[in-house]
């Protein structure tokens, strides 16, 4: 008989309740959990498929080691860790420690405890070579954030606020910003029925956008022009929050200059949307209470910290953070309590520190160490030359630009390590794959849940919400699976390095150093003990969270945002002199279009409700639609090439080619090619089997075109393409 149990699902960042009916310890179905008062039911397709995702006949249940002929056979688990010590340690001696390297991705922040240990590792060994997938995300948030400064307190409550500006983010498939985290089909019904405003600029009409009051169908690329036209609007007609500004803000007057050239209308001529709508758009966004909260559409543009750093002004200018004495509804749960002071911490360098490429004078930020530059260190020769690599819960051969070239540089390595559920892209290449478990066979907490409301404003739960899991299935009979971190602990203890780990804080930065605790390294910990020092300084304590086996609200209304603090002297800057250099770059520039001859369509990002980028293509309920990512088009695009719907098309960009299947999608502006990124699995023959595997976007992309100077990252949407019919490969 199957028992019902409730967890949640880590599927993607969201962490959704849901009951799972469980029977001799193998999970059986999914659904939403009705009695979690924030996600209310709610739970998508993808998580559904998580009975499927565990017992995939294609899931990996032993650890896999390479054989010279390519191939992988299984080997003990202890077996590999014993020789991935060895050779780390060989490596450690012949070249030193900046030739071992570490790549996290997406699925690295699914088990809380995995991350604190994996860096606790990079540090014994002494290297500060550590990837994130952010860097090739939206990285120049964080640069952004530390150049502006940050107000102490959040935005405005979203149930008080009136207005919302979305730009190129598309919260009810993708879960990101925009509305709050939970439910967000829901959330929006019910904000719009309260009279709540959404402005939405996005080349496409997403859901959000069908219900906006006003929707910018820009073209792609133009976000800094938009944002800096309506801060010229709001500035000159005198719509800025001068109270707020006078208290808190600098560089009010560099700024008002800055965005002067940027009429209305040769903005929008360029933008190619309404003048009106815009200068509508910029006095409902001043005159509401609300946040403009961005997605990776206009961060993936090559200006991704200058067009951060311009919506962040824009909630500056308008004054939109919460004020003394005003509600914080969540002051986090799990984390340590949220700052809600009403002061400004002043502004950081945020770029330009730490370890030091050996390539295109990248440096690290704020935002992580350039992903992109990978490759590269690898193929780069010389002292410090990367000749291992650890890769955490991401798929770098399927994620970063260009993959021909990234393809080529793992294949380079001494010694590529992958912890992957299936043989992914980055895993066929891999000596070793280490099989971990699948996130129902671990405990789970919602702390990055928590951590989230801290990327950006407009993120994270609407509510102090939290909840606790155990693990609740077993892993398949037969199978010998590690968590992410008990790798990362054996090969340490193997290694004789000590680990440690400092409790969690509530933007996700490091923790203190002084209460760091010091792992027993002859008794490996238990998961949970791991939690209880991530949590120790939690706002609920862990004990009490784990009361609430369906999750719940811990509300605190006795919190409200406190007085500035006497003599504080911190104030935000709008004015910062290198943003607005790269502005007035991009103002002298207004008037030039048409860069790209010969490519007249625009290749541009998108996700979809069920795909997570490389994650679940094996999954027949994911699969059903469409096996392959389509490359959408508008009709009227189609029948000027001559397409329809399923024909297959080659896309041909400055650096690359590859095949794909068309899609019409009305909902797009004419002139964009709109796909998901990484699917098809490693180049070579994804032309061959693009009807049954999709294609792998990042092919068209080179890592050094307009690389944002502050984060590295280089243009990731946006790309010049062409567009014609083409024959199946034999
Ligand atoms: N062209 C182009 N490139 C892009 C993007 C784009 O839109 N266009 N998007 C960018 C963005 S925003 C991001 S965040 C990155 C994503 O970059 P990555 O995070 O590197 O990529 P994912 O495909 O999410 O990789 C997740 C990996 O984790 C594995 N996995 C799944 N479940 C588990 C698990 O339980 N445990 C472990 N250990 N592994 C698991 C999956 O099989 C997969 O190999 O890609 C970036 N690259
Ligand atoms: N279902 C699902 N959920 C996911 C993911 C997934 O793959 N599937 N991935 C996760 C990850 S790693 C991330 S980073 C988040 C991302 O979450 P979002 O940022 O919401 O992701 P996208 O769907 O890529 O949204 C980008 C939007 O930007 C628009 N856009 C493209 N180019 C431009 C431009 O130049 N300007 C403007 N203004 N808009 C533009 C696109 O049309 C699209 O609507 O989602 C996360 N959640
Ligand atoms: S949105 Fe879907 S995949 Fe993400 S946590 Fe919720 S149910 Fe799981
Ligand atoms: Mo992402």
Redesign the pocket.
Known sequence: MPTTVPSVC?FCHAGCAILVDVEDGRPLRVRGDRDNPAYRGFCCVKGQQLPDQWGHPDRLLRTQKRMPDGSHRPVPCAEAIEDIALRLSEILVTRGPRAIAM?S????I?NPATMPIALSFMEAIGSSMVFT??S???PGKAVAQALHGTWLAPPPAFDDRTVALLVGTNPTATMAGGLPLANPGRELTDAVGRGMRFIVIDPRRTEVARRAHVHLQCRPGEDVPLLAAMLNVILREERHDAAFLRDHVDGLEALRAAVAPFEPERVARRADVRAADLVEAARLFAGGRGVATAG?GPN?NGRGTLFEYLLLALNTVCGQWSRAGERVPNPGTLSPPFPAIAQAAPPRKGYGYGEKLRVRGLANCDGGLQASALAEEILLEGEGQVRALLS?????A????DQALTVRALEQLDLLVQ????R????SLADYVIA????LEMPGMTLVQDQLTFYGAGFGHREAHAQYTPAIADPPRGAEVVE?WVFFYELARRMGLPLSIAPATATGAPGDPAQRVALDMKRRPTHDELFAILTRNARVPLDEVKQHPHGAFFPAPEVVVAEREPGWTGRLDVGNPEMLADLAAVASALDIVGEADGFPYRLI?R?MIHT????GQDLDGLRSKWPYNPAFMHPDDLDREGLSKGDLVELESKSGSMLAIVEPDETLRPGLVSM???FGGLPGNQDKHVRERGT???RL?RVDQDVDRYTGQPR??NVPVRVRAAEPVG
Not at 398 to 401: D, N, R, Y
Not at 419 to 422: E, H, S, T, V
Not at 436 to 439: Q, W
């Open positions: 880590r790549y991705g997406t699925y690295s699914a997938s952010n090739i995300d939206q990776t993936f955490v819960g991401g798929n770098p399927s994620a970063i630009p912890i992957d559920i299936k992914s892209a980055t895993a971990p478990k699948v996130p992410e990002c996700r997570f980028n490389s994650n998901v990124a990484s792998n976007a990042g992309l990731m949407s």
